[in-house]
């Protein structure tokens, strides 16, 4: 604690309060950021291991025999389609978080989706179609995508993609043949609305924590 002398000029005094005042409020700054730092980081290594884990569970569930056999966008109304794609359908009907999530394989250097759960139509209304067909082309798979259906295991990005779907963060998992041969791979897209809430509720803490961080060290100045 700082003691001013009793017979301390005026412009010493000032000069005292406001040292005592920065002091305070940078150290309570400073804290507070490093606790949103360390919160925020935490935030998104959740939001990333629960992608891993919904990916790895959601290639569990595949058949791969049945999804081997898809190869032609006739085939979503047979029985084959309709069967492989139950898995994925309950799925995304269990997570409100879900935005999207479908199966890819690798074919002659392209990537192409099979399975894709999502109703056709544009409900999200971007002028875009949201579903996917059996054998259309991904034209923006992005490295890590590849990197999984190149024999990677199960990973999730580490920030949010903006593309012509959306602003998401995915996760990736293989899913194999009777030979461990990489078939193909499950990706799951979340929206990340939610995400950002939680994250602007954390910023809105820091801040009102910075304010009375400012008020108590006016207060400590005077």
């Not at 359908?89 to 894709?116: F, Q």
């Not at 992005?142 to 295991?153: D, F, Y």
């Not at 963060?169 to 293989?174: D, E, Q, R, V, W």
């Amino acid at each position: 604690m700082i003691f001013v002398r009793p017979n301390a000029s005026p412009s010493h005094s000032l000069i005292v309060g406001i040292a005592a005042a920065l002091v305070v409020f940078g150290t309570a700054a400073v804290s507070g950021g490093a606790l949103y730092l360390r919160a925020r980081d935490a935030l998104n290594e959740e939001v990333r291991s629960d992608l891993r884990r919904t990916a790895v569970v959601a290639a569990a569930s595949i058949d791969v025999s049945l999804h081997q056999k898809l190869t032609d966008p006739a085939q979503e109304d047979g029985p084959e389609y309709q069967q492989a794609i139950i898995p994925l359908r309950n799925i995304r009907r269990a997570s409100t978080s879900i935005k999207y999530i479908y199966t890819v394989i690798l074919k002659e250097d392209s990537v192409y989706y099979v399975l894709d759960p999502t109703p056709k139509g544009d409900a999200d209304k971007d002028g875009k179609e949201d579903h996917s067909n059996v054998m259309d082309r991904v034209d923006n798979a992005n490295a890590i995508l590849l990197g999984v259906l190149s024999g990677g295991p199960a990973v999730a990005e580490s920030e949010p993609v903006v593309d012509e779907w959306g602003i998401t963060m995915s996760g990736y998992a293989p899913f194999h043949d009777d030979l461990g041969n990489t078939v193909g791979v499950v990706g799951v897209d979340i929206d990340l609305v939610t995400f950002d809430e939680r994250m602007a509720g954390m910023r809105y803490a820091m801040g009102m924590g910075a304010l009375l961080a400012l008020i108590c060290s006016m207060l400590v100045g005077v």
